[in-house]
């Protein structure tokens, strides 16, 4: 047994290049057996829905503000003064992705934001931690996130607010008008496909979808982003299937020289089962990232370090 845990690690250093194998201190309660073929991959009917949001950290590198709201000109504030949004302007064009900054105070250092468009509905949304030194005082807070879905319209609203502990209600919301990027262009993610692909003992054969995201200079980031999504319901009624564990975050990519190092959450080997998993994982991210010409080599990271590194702790 301990020899067979012995040569997966070995396997899944392997696969995934420069990768973080620690163990999770927590994986998931998931009926998975070791997956030897296409048919048996894990997660292939798990929806995003069902991942739970994360809050963005706290930025350690922005100095802590001081205990009065100093609103400054260009900054807007919500009517307790609680709430100061300095990074977002009215009428502004909302760049996918985008970056909201500001001040806030509350009991439990957290604040929420959205993006509406003029419909209502929901383009983006998530939370972020402030760097308050303590409960009640003001922090401030970075949330970075592209467009989740396409508007709609041409304008919207940007909303930050805080939610109450004890009811759970909206409060200090700061709103501010904004227009929308609605130019189009088109990424490929890619997932195995158990119809495509029914007989095949390839477990590294992957098969391209086409995503449609608002206009954006970041590419790549994009496409991982998307097929971090998994498979939509139309997708998977038609064979795509993942193997990267829902709710896998990307936490950073960079691209020098034709090399993109890419960094993921330590969700990304949560629950890895069996040689055709590990395969069928590692060509999902290498397609992704190789579908641009300027992109030679693929370099992963989880949680920022390499194998090497976390299999002698």
Not at 166 to 186: F, K, W
Not at 233 to 251: D, K, N
Request: with cysteine; glycine share 6%; proline share 5%.
């Amino acid at each position: 047994m301990r020899r067979a845990a012995i040569a997966s690690v070995a396997l899944l250093a392997i696969i995934l290049g420069a990768g973080c194998l620690k163990t999770p201190s927590k994986r998931a309660e998931l009926p998975i057996d070791g997956a030897s073929s296409l048919q048996n991959l894990p997660f292939q009917q798990f929806a995003t829905s069902a991942v739970q949001d994360v809050p963005a950290e706290a930025p350690k590198d922005l100095d802590v503000p001081g205990e009065q709201p100093d609103v400054k000109s260009g900054e807007t504030a919500s009517a307790s003064q609680n709430m100061i949004v300095s990074s977002i302007v009215q009428r502004q064009m909302l760049a996918n992705p985008f970056v909201i900054l500001g001040r806030s105070r509350s009991l439990d250092n957290k604040i929420s934001w959205r993006v509406r468009d003029a419909r209502g509905k929901i383009i983006a949304d998530g939370t972020a931690l402030t760097n308050a030194p303590k409960a009640g005082a003001f922090g401030r807070f970075r949330a970075r996130s592209f467009y989740d879905r396409l508007p709609e319209t041409e304008t919207g609203t940007v909303e930050v607010f805080t939610v109450s502990p004890a009811n759970g209600a909206e409060q200090d919301l700061v709103s501010i008008p904004v227009t929308l990027e609605t130019r189009i262009v088109p990424v490929k993610v890619f997932f195995s496909n158990i119809k495509e692909d029914l007989q095949t003992v390839d477990c590294a054969r992957v098969h391209a979808a086409t995503r449609r995201v608002p206009l954006t200079e970041d590419l790549a980031e994009a496409a991982i982003v998307e097929l971090l999504k998994g498979p939509s319901v139309a997708e998977q009624s038609i064979g795509y299937r993942t193997s990267i564990f829902p709710g896998t975050s990307l936490r950073s990519i960079t691209v020098k020289d034709g090399t993109v190092t890419v960094d993921f959450s330590k969700e990304l080997l949560y629950a890895v089962s069996g040689s055709c998993h590990i395969q069928a994982l590692g060509a999902q991210i290498e397609q992704t990232l190789k579908q641009f010409a300027s992109v030679t080599n693929v370099k992963r990271l989880i949680d920022g370090q390499e194998a090497s590194e976390t299999v002698r702790q």
